[in-house]
C-alpha cells in the first residue's frame, strides 16, 4: 500500500495479469504478491516493482532441447567419428555452449537465498563425484579433483560463476550492453593469461559470461529489442536463415584450419589460435543463436518440449554412458555414421523417461527440502 507505481510499471503488470487466462479474482489478487524496491538511477526516485507469476516460455524449452539433443551427438561424434563428422562437431561446438550459457541468462531470476547450493553446489559435488568414481574404478586413472571440473561437469561450475557476477553488474537499459561489451572485452583478453585453462573452469566461465549476460538482458528488455528492429515475421525469418546459411558455410570453409579444441574456449592463445580467432568464434555463435531464437518456434510441442523441461538428467547422465562406449570401442568404423544419430535418439529418450526423471531427482535436485516451505 505504500508503493507508488510508475505508469509503465502498471502497463507491465495489467499486461501479465491479462495472461492469466483461467485466473480468478483471488487467484489474480494472489499474483502480486511480492514486491520489491528498486532505486532509480535520476532522480533518486523509487519504483515499486511487482513480481506476476509468468507462463512457462516454450520457445527456451525448445530451443534448450534442440541444445541437447546436439550435445549428445556432438559427443557420441568423439566416440565414433565417421566420413564428414569433423564439420558437423565443429559447427556445433561453435554455438551449443553458448547457447547453454544464453538459456541460462534468460532463466536466471537474480540472487535467490540458498539457489546456487540447491540448484547447481549439490549436483555439481554429487556428479563430480559419480565421475571421479567410475573414471577410477571402472575406467582405470584419473585425477581425484574438485577444482578442475570433470568433463562436462565445467557447465554447472561456471554456471554458479556467471550468477555470483552477474548480481555485481548492472544490466538495466544501456548500462547492460556496456556490462555485455566489457564481458567480450574480458572474454577475448583472458586468453592472452598462459596459465588460464580447465582449473576452476575459469577460462571457460570468462569466455562464455557475455551470453549469460545476453540472456539476462534481454528477458528484461525482448520488448524494447523486438520493437527497436521492428521486422516482421516473415522478413525476420528470412534473415535468420540467410545468418545461418553464411554461417554455415564460414564452418565448411575451415577445413582443417582450425582445431575443435579451439572451439572448447578451455585453453589460452598458446594452442595456436588468436585473439581475431576468438571473436570470430563469439560472433559466429552469436549469429547462429539469434538466427535459432527466431526460427524456434514459440508453441508447445509434444516431446521436444518435455525435453528441453527435463534436460538434466540427459546432460549429467549420457557421460556415464559415453566414457563406457569410449573405453569399450564395440563397434566397426563403418557403423560409426548410422550409430551416431541412433544412439542420440536413443539417450535422449531413455535418460528424459519419466521413469529415469523420477529416480534420478534427488542425485540432481536439493532433496532436503522442508514439505511446505
Sequence with gaps: KDCLFSETVLVKVKKRLFELKKGTKNKMENTVKSLYWNDAVQGGEKECLAEVPRK????????????????????????????????FYQLIYTFHMPGFALLSGMCWKGPQQGCLLKKQLYPYMVFQTLYLMQQAFILGGGKWSYTVPYW???????????????????????????S?????????????????????SVSRTFVMFPFFLAGAWYRSNAEMVTGRFGLSKTAGKALAIVGLAVCVVRVWSWQGAVSSKWLYHSCSYDEGYGVLQRFEFLVLAAVILAGLWVLIPIRQIKGL??????????????????????????LSES??????????????????SPLVVTLTKPLMVWPFEKKGG
Design 56 to 87: 512457462r516460455d516454450m520457445r527456451i524449452d525448445n530451443l534448450r532441447a534442440v541444445l541437447m539433443i546436439l550435445v549428445v551427438a556432438g559427443h557420441l561424434m568423439e566416440v565414433y567419428p565417421f566420413s564428414g563428422s569433423g564439420f
Design 152 to 178: 562436462l561437469m565445467w557447465y554447472l561450475f561456471s554456471a554458479m560463476q556467471w550468477e555470483l557476477l552477474a548480481v555485481a553488474v548492472p544490466l538495466q537499459g544501456r548500462n547492460g550492453l556496456i
Design 180 to 200: 555485455i561489451a566489457v564481458s567480450i572485452v574480458a572474454a577475448l583478453a583472458v586468453g592472452y593469461d598462459s596459465d588460464v585453462g580447465y582449473f576452476l
Design 305 to 330: 518440449s518435455y525435453l528441453g523441461a527435463h534436460t538434466m538428467p540427459v546432460f549429467l547422465l549420457h557421460g556415464f554412458v559415453l566414457r563406457w562406449l569410449n573405453a569399450a570401442q564395440i
Design 335 to 352: 557403423l560409426h555414421g548410422i550409430v551416431v544419430p541412433v544412439l542420440t535418439f536413443v539417450l535422449v529418450c531413455l535418460l528424459a
